[in-house]
């Protein structure tokens, strides 16, 4: 309780207990985060387990639907998988390709940013001018040509078992450009500060300055990138496994489970797809709402009414 | 300003040679171009034979100048799938995604700027929240999602557009439109829409950032403290010094919807360089492969170029700061 | 009846936690002609007062009640008078003069616009009475220069063709919010006088909101002292400033630096109108048993021998044309003897700053030879040879804002310099080091568990000495250390660093662009212009009997508050 009134009593946290927004989505997002953590113990089935399959419970509709079945709550998909558990399974390799992504572009990014903007020079501008260059290049294009790229190099085989390992590697890479030019930036602005001149008087290292000194003062629109960016992330994996390639078919994630039903969609199965579709874009606003109030919430400069 | 012009065009022209350059090594490095194009069973006399006629055991410096004079003439090599010239290939989709991408850009930049100077401007009214909570929904929606959903509605219940393709098209010569048919344009109506809707939200957001950070400066104070109209304030004022950083965003944005074309081709069957390069990667079609990403390099250089020539015409401090040098 | 007659206004914020009060009861008259000056500390609510008149108070502030009256029309609260009162009757002029004008736009846009907004004039009248303004306000060749875009003007000049744009509807009333701050000491003369004869030509009703009581003195015939949001002392200015009725007056025309003689301290008044005295010889005893006594003889503690700084721009590809170098030092030569205070004085571009920062090593000289004692400072290859200065050489800033780091608590901030130079410093030992270091600063011992935010600007100041004197330096430079803070706190942080020095026997090297701070504080003066040395001396001898025509300029021009008297 203690901790509660301390929070509550700074801005962020009066902010945050007030909006119902940020409320309701973050319970939302944790409720999907726990749910796919522990989808072994919240899914009802476990989908992949070829057991517990069978062919004829195969394009059940969801149970308040004519043909509808108890068992199955939200229907089976083509090869009778459950879909409620699928989408639970495939929700956890969304979730994990998107945070470990981000947190790859971010470690870059924010490492990059940091030193470029501190140490300025020469290697300062090289990385702005990638920066640069990145930033014009979509992300979804730039994850594609990785991708492409990885699937020229490894054999066929491997590359099914590095997918996930390629894929995060492809949206990390595309995604650090926009942590570098923020921390950079911040980083310029402090780096004139007079507390970072105290300190080099001081005698203290550079290395120890930009971390120790800089790096918790430019965290704040970090945390706001990293959350908006969680969020493309996941749409960008999404989207490439629904172009087919992403996660490989045997883990598939939430845009795989969208390009199997999309076949279906014209025949009159439209479960298959629509379940998981609106979990995805659940998923995804609940994320953008967030960090939506986060922006504004750690924005000093937008003035309150 | 010649200087200027200059300065960006060498600029301009050292990313395209790094670009080549990586393009270059894909198709050379990569995995081996003589096993793709002619399978496991030809002898070994008939690689060699291949090797010499592609260049391959000549030096780096010689197979790289070779390249860029195939480039430069359009030669972009053979599909290794389609088994045909890559440039045939190109040139016989690029009409389609060009229709496609010029009218996306047109309703997202166009619709993205009006709504988002509305919602800076008149940050409280219940409109400008409308607004606000459909483009945070159009930001969390997957372009894909958007183009089924919509094709579901429109094709499947109601049936009034179609679902793939581009309808019919009109043979121009070197290009084929789908602007002069009513099937053509019925046709581009749900792509170009689902294609949009995501840049337009994006669009509206930025604008609206800009345009509010732009109304709490000195000197709007300073003109609204000398009683200038406030409609002259928003309009004049705001949007003219709000134009430099939302030419960047359009900028940027139309490399974005070339991008995204590649999504929009593929739910709708849009027989464009997008779909053709999705292709390419599930099949590792080098060729094609480094093709598009030369073609879509040289396009973004382009439009970063001519961003920076109308940066160059809005805002009279760089025009002094390069007169100066 | 007055032409303008503010009465019982009150004006407060409310934020979500509590009702902030900006102003409470304050009245005040002015007649055209009339030069009004209001004064007070930062937080005193006088830009409230002026940004209510025009009705342009930054939200969640607003006019609880009270009236304002502008030639007998009621103003207070009515948005759609006032919108037609705004630049036509009222005239506004704000402290930047380089954010205030849009760089988009050349000035003869802005100043049409402005003009054709309240006065019904074709394009051509227009563009004249624009050129007819430009000359009034003193911009040479006006019809040329009105083409030109704000960047494109110095800063002086800016704040001209700011009056301008605020006289150009020919209004009654002027307002200027601290019009001069940002200016530099000759500037600001300039700019004073102008607006003086702006108001004897136009007939005028004049308010100027400053926290410089120099000012004040030059140019108000009446003055209105601010605290806290109320007026604690009105009337007209030579009888305010020689004789000050309420204890803030007495508080704050007490702290203002002379500028004909030199005093020892500043003589203290706390609020309630008591004299202030403080001992500090008890705080320090702990410090110098510490320490261990310092002797002073009558080396050099710096020499600066012929130093030149240029800074290029550091581009990849370009080589630098010659006229684009700055060049911020040359040929500068000095010397800081120890024990003295000297004094580095000149306007902004003297390159003050830049000495400071060469030789704490935050900036590499270009040329010539820095040594401290008899070591060099740098060596062949311009590095900087901190094993020589090691924690001797210590600096304070200017903006006490972002001079600490404000995720850092306040003793944090002090242990670091105290860890980094004593590594096997033991807990107990660290404590007692930050006590004293707290203590010889003047704050409370409970402060060091709290964030800088906490604190006022002076407060602030003084932990950056606290931490500065950490590493026992022998040298202490002090860049406008106070320039950033009021002029109470000012005389308190002054007393405090003369205190520490004789305390101590620190040597000090003074910054700043303040002459009478610098005569209080210096015994040796050095001015700067444009990174040459125009005049060294002692203190007494510089002011009464300057040598060099800069010198005697500034002088001349510093804003006198005796000049009433």
Not at chain 1, 65 to 73: V, Y
Not at chain 1, 225 to 249: C, K, Q, R, Y
Not at chain 2, 232 to 246: E, Q, T, W
Not at chain 2, 256 to 272: D, K, M, R
């Amino acid at each position: 309780m203690k901790i509660y009134h301390k929070l509550y009593d700074t801005d962020i946290g009066y902010s945050f207990f007030n909006s119902k927004v940020a409320i309701f989505s973050s319970i939302l997002f944790l409720i999907i985060v726990f749910c796919s953590f522990f989808a072994n113990f919240v899914s009802p089935y476990d989908p992949f387990d070829p057991l517990n399959i069978s062919l004829m419970d195969a394009f059940i509709p969801p149970f308040w639907s004519e043909g509808g079945d108890m068992r199955f709550i939200l229907g089976t998909d083509q090869q009778g998988r459950d879909m409620l558990s699928t989408i639970i399974y495939g929700s956890r390799i969304s979730l994990i390709v998107g945070f470990a992504s981000i947190i790859f572009a971010m470690i870059l990014g924010v490492f990059l940013g940091v030193t470029a903007g501190y140490l300025g020079g020469k290697y300062e501008i090289i990385v702005m001018r990638l920066t640069d260059v990145q930033l014009t290049i979509p992300s979804i294009l730039m994850a594609l040509l990785v991708d492409g790229i990885a699937r020229a190099i490894i054999s066929k085989s491997m590359h099914d078992e590095m997918a996930i390992y390629v894929l995060i590697f492809a949206i990390g890479i595309s995604e650090w450009p926009q942590f570098a030019r923020v921390t950079r930036a911040s980083t310029l602005v402090e780096k004139n500060k007079e507390y970072v001149s105290a300190s080099k008087i001081i005698g203290l290292s550079s290395i120890y300055i930009m971390f120790k000194h800089i790096l918790p003062n430019i965290l704040r629109p970090v945390l706001v990138i990293a959350t908006i960016g969680l969020a493309l992330a996941i749409i960008a994996e999404s989207t490439l496994s629904f172009l087919g390639v992403g996660v490989p078919p045997t883990t598939p994630s939430l845009g795989t489970l969208i390009r199997f039903g999309n076949n279906f969609l014209f025949s009159g199965e439209w479960w298959i797809t629509f379940f998981p579709a609106i979990f995805l874009i659940v998923l995804a606003l609940s994320i953008n709402l967030l960090g939506d109030w986060m922006r504004d919430a750690l924005n000093p400069k937008l003035k309150k009414r | 300003m010649l200087n200027y012009f200059l300065k960006r065009l060498f600029q301009a022209s050292l990313v395209m040679m790094i670009v080549a350059f990586v393009s270059f090594s894909l198709f050379n490095f990569v995995g081996d171009p003589v096993n793709n194009m002619v399978g496991q069973e030809a002898s070994d006399e008939r690689r060699e034979e291949i090797r010499d006629k592609l260049g391959i055991n000549d030096p780096i410096y010689v197979q790289f100048y070779n390249f860029i004079e195939n480039i430069v003439q359009g030669n972009f090599g053979i599909s290794y799938q389609l088994k045909r010239p890559v440039s045939e290939l190109i040139s016989e989709r690029m009409p389609a995604t060009l229709e496609l991408v010029f009218v996306s850009a047109l309703l997202a930049i166009t619709i993205g700027i009006l709504l988002g100077v509305y919602t800076g401007i008149h940050r409280d009214s219940f409109l400008s929240k409308l607004i606000l909570t459909l483009s945070l929904a159009g930001v969390s929606l997957p372009t894909f999602i958007i183009g089924i959903m919509l094709i579901y509605l429109f094709s499947v219940i109601l049936g009034v557009l179609p679902s793939f393709g581009r309808g019919q098209v009109i043979d121009l010569g070197f290009w084929t439109t789908g602007f002069l048919t009513i099937s053509g344009l019925k046709a581009l109506i749900l792509p170009s829409v689902t294609l949009s809707l995501f840049q337009m939200t994006y669009i509206i957001r930025l604008v609206r950032a800009e345009m509010m950070e732009i109304l709490q400066t000195d000197y709007i104070k300073f003109a609204k403290a000398r009683g200038i109209d406030e409609k002259i304030i928003n309009y004049r004022y705001a949007l003219k010094n709000g134009l430099i950083p939302v030419i960047t965003i359009t900028g940027i944005n139309i490399g974005t919807l070339i991008a995204f074309s590649i999504i929009t081709e593929t739910v709708f069957q849009w027989p464009g360089m997008g779909s053709l390069f999705i292709n390419a990667v599930y099949f590792v079609d080098i060729p094609i492969m480094s093709a598009y990403m030369i073609m879509v390099a040289f396009i973004f250089v382009m439009i970063n170029f001519i961003v920076d020539i109308t940066y160059y015409f809005i805002d009279p401090r760089i025009r002094l700061k390069e007169e100066k040098e | 009846m007055s032409f303008l007659k503010i009465k019982n206004l009150d004006i407060s914020y409310k934020t979500r936690k509590e009702t902030i009060i900006a102003s409470q009861n304050v009245s005040f008259t002015l007649e055209k002609g009339e030069i009004l000056g209001v004064v007070g500390e930062s937080g005193s609510g006088k830009s409230t007062i002026a940004n209510a008149i025009i009705n342009q108070i930054d939200p969640p502030g607003e006019i609880v009640q009270g009236s304002i009256q502008l030639d007998n029309t009621e103003l207070c609260n009515n948005e759609t008078l006032i919108q037609t009162f705004r630049g036509k009757k009222i005239g506004f002029i704000f402290q930047d003069p380089q954010t205030s004008l849009n760089p988009l736009f050349t000035i003869k846009e802005q100043l049409i616009e402005t003009i054709q907004a309240h006065l019904k004039l074709s394009d051509n009248d227009a563009i004249q009475r624009a050129i007819h303004l430009l000359k009034e306000v003193g911009i040479y060749d006006a019809e040329r220069r009105i083409n030109d875009y704000p960047h494109q003007f110095s800063g002086g000049m800016r704040q001209r063709v700011v009056i301008a744009l605020s006289i150009c509807c020919e209004p009654d009333l002027l307002i200027a919010d601290e019009p001069t701050t940002a200016l530099d000491v000759s500037i600001q003369a300039q700019i004073l006088k102008l607006i003086k004869d702006l108001t004897i030509k136009r007939n005028l009703a004049v308010i100027i909101i400053t926290h410089d009581m120099g000012v004040i003195a030059e140019i108000t015939n009446k003055v209105a002292i601010m605290r806290y949001g109320v007026i604690v002392e009105q009337g007209l200015t030579k009888n305010v400033l020689t004789n000050p009725q309420s204890p803030e007056g007495k508080s704050l025309i007490i702290s203002v630096p002379p500028t004909n003689k030199k005093i020892d301290r500043f003589t203290l008044i706390s609020p309630e109108g008591k004299e202030i005295t403080l001992n500090s010889a008890n705080l320090t005893k702990n410090i110098i048993k510490t320490w261990g006594i310092r002797e002073i003889n009558n080396k050099n503690i710096i020499n600066f021998e012929s130093v030149s700084k240029s800074f290029d721009d550091g581009s990849l590809l370009k080589k630098q044309d010659k006229e684009d170098v700055v060049k911020a030092l040359n040929k500068v030569s000095f010397n800081v003897i120890e024990g003295e205070t000297l004094g580095l004085v000149g306007e902004s571009g003297s390159g003050k700053s830049t000495i400071a920062k060469i030789i704490t090593g935050l900036i590499k000289p270009s040329s010539g030879k820095i040594s401290y004692y008899d070591d060099q400072l740098y060596n062949d290859r311009k590095i900087y040879q901190s094993q020589y200065s090691k924690g001797q050489i210590q600096m304070i800033f200017q903006d006490p804002y972002s001079s600490l780091n404000p995720r850092f608590k306040v003793k944090d901030i002090i242990a670091e310099p105290l860890k980094f130079y004593q590594k096997d410093l033991s807990k107990e030992d660290l404590l007692s080091n930050i006590y004293d270091l707290i203590d010889i600063a003047g704050m409370s011992r409970q402060s060091l568990d709290r964030y800088p935010h906490e604190f006022s600007g002076g407060q602030r100041q003084r932990i950056s000495i606290a931490r500065a004197l950490a590493t026992r330096p022998r040298l202490l430079i002090c860049d406008e250390p106070t320039s950033a803070l009021d002029v109470s706190i000012q005389a308190q942080i002054l007393n405090l660093l003369k205190d520490i020095q004789d305390e101590l026997h620190l040597t000090m090297l003074f910054i700043s662009h303040d002459l009478p701070v610098i005569r209080q504080m210096c015994n040796r003066i050095v001015v700067l212009k444009d990174g040459n040395v125009c005049e060294i001396n002692e203190t007494e001898r510089l002011f009464n009997e300057p040598q060099h025509s800069y010198t005697k300029q500034l002088i001349e021009l510093m804003p006198k508050i005796e000049s009433i008297i």
